[in-house]
């Protein structure tokens, strides 16, 4: 095994073969963490926004607070029903993009797959520059040096997740689990010093906020119905990686849909009850939050305001440094489980990225190589591209994240309101069809479900589009407009690719006459064999080329050509510029062009090395000449391997690779397949 295969085993793992793809299917217990963590997250950040906006009319504003949670909690609810529905009816993983385009049309199907897209990379980048951010404060090594920071911490997330989506899921599970626990024990916790009168106040309690100054004065009915919608809005970021699991269909266990629907339910009810446990407790024990950059509306009880050196902790640690005043290990246990839950958040990403991008791939809308699975049976290609566009982001933004946020959430709510249509329009074409009445109440209530869901997301459509457009949300309407030209121009270019392609009655003639030639560079063993090779194959016309260079060393090929008595005449192409490529692409060209039906047969002798670092040593104008002939119509072109001493090293250790078989493996069919090992062979010059 070379030392290239030595460093990707140990990064990756053992290579598993396809049968062995059920090995890395799901169970509920590990999918919930691989698929609800970017769901989960959100309610860390959630209940910021929501008391950030409610905050611009004062800390009176506040009352309206739990509020908006129940209607973001019916929203989400509203969401969970109907994507439980779609694992059901559209279980090939393809989620919202299946449902838009089977229901809605390929235009409408394409948008979609640009807005998931989109979300994917800012759901990553978000994620890993939040966590740089809290990363560089806590560390002061790291301040100013965010960036780079998120961009190791989007590699080494890159890394575990291509060595297959159970072991990261395995890896995932426990953190997300001790999120959970932390934060709904935190909760209970709370709510039961509320019910026994010992709850007490946030560390802000005591501070007054004042009114922004759009808000300044009486509110009228519109400007508290404005205000709501963006809270609400705000707060609907809790329903951002709701949508992962509809595109996971295929990674779970059989039965699929069924695992998949149970999951979402669990994490509806989860993330519903920590969201609206979190923001009615931080109502109750009088929370003052505004937005980071206006701290200056805070002020202390005699008026003044807070100063810029004040430090606004998030609402849920807030909550848990008050909840735990008696038990500070309690507090610092959710507090560092928050964190890594932020980052652990751009791992539902990386598995909902990979499989659309498979889906696409099929398609014919994305690159047909990220619908390829690596070694270890995951999407290794789409994984690596999320990676590649995350981290370019990250770099782009140096890992701000209030640059971030503002593009984010759009990508989302757009394919929410175009799934929704496509499931209304899919009871609807079902209900023309269907005659039992049982099957008929459910459709219907589906689709007063998915109407309602589809109520909801359209108007946190307009309000986002409305109050976040020009604070960046127009990167992310441009960042779609882009992917969706690109693969609308990919699938184009499939299409013709295709239709080149199509066999015609033309292609059972055969040609006229075969022209050989056979590439010299020394009179040795890899051309002598080159030779025989051409003239079994009975070309019409046989002839070696010969680049001439230097005369000296042309006029000993000449002599030795001629003692040797070969049979097959060796013509000479003068390059006084010492070119290589170009002599012989020119000739074939000539040749090519005298007769139009004919085919011309370029043989290149190469010689075969065993070690990587003798790949340094020689040329590479085989490469570079092939690479040349490909281009050049009629002409075809055949490599003549050569084997030296050293290339047996490669085929030992491919033997000792097959033979590397584990007890037991051959008796359960799970013998790893191991490839022949491959080298490049140059043109001995």
Known sequence: MGVGDVSKRILLGRKLRSAQLGETLLPKRIALPVFASDALSSVAYAPDEVFIMLSLAGASAYVWSWKVAIAVALVMAAVIASYRQTVHAYPSGGGDYEVATVNLGKTAGTTVASALLVDYVLTVAVSISAAAQYAGAAIPVLHNHEATFAS?????????????IRESGTFFAVPTYAYMVAVLGMCAYGFLRLAQGTLPDV??????????????????????????ARAFSSGCAALTGVEAISNGVPAFKRPK????????????????????????????????????AQLERLTYPDGSA???????NAVIAQIAKAVFNEFPPGFYAVVIVTGIILVLAANTAFNGFPVLGSILAK??????ALG???????????????????IILIVVFNAETTRLIQLYIVGVFVSFNLSQLGMIRHWTRHLTTERDPASRRRMQRSRV???????????????????????????????????????????????????ELEADESDNLLPTRVHAIVLVSKLHKPTLRALAFAKASRPNVLEAVYVATDPVETNLLVE???RRNLGVPLKLLHSPYRELVNPIVAYATEIRRANPRGVVAVYIPEYVVGRWWEQLLHNQTALRLKGRLLFTPGVMVTSVPYQLRSSQLAVERGERDQQRVRAGDLRRGQADDRSDPRSSGQINR
């Open 257 to 292: 849909s069924r695992n998949a629907a149970t999951t979402l339910l669990l994490l509806g009810l989860i993330a519903i009850t920590m969201m609206v446990s979190v923001i009615v407790l931080a109502k109750q024990m009088g929370l003052r939050f505004v937005d980071p």
């Open 306 to 312: 807070v100063g810029d050196d004040y430090e606004q």
């Open 560 to 562: 030795n050509w001629e």
């Open 203 to 228: 560390e802000s309690a005591d501070l007054g906020i004042t009114p922004d100054p759009s808000f300044d004065g009486s509110l009228t009915t519109f400007g508290l119905l404005f205000l709501l």
């Open 152 to 164: 190791v911490m989007v590699v080494l997330l890159t890394a575990v997740n291509l060595r297959g």
């Open 449 to 499: 479900i998915n109407a309602v869901g589809l109520s909801f997301t359209a108007v946190v459509l307009v309000v986002v589009l409305l109050t976040k457009f020009l604070e960046g949300a127009w990167i992310t309407i441009l960042a779609m407009v882009f992917f969706y030209a690109l693969m609308r121009a990919i699938r184009g270019h499939y299409d013709k690719v295709s239709l």
């Open 372 to 390: 390829s699975r690596g070694d270890r049976l995951a999407y290794s290609n789409g994984i690596v591209f999320l990676a590649i566009m995350a």
């Open 363 to 368: 398609d014919g809308l994305a690159p047909r």
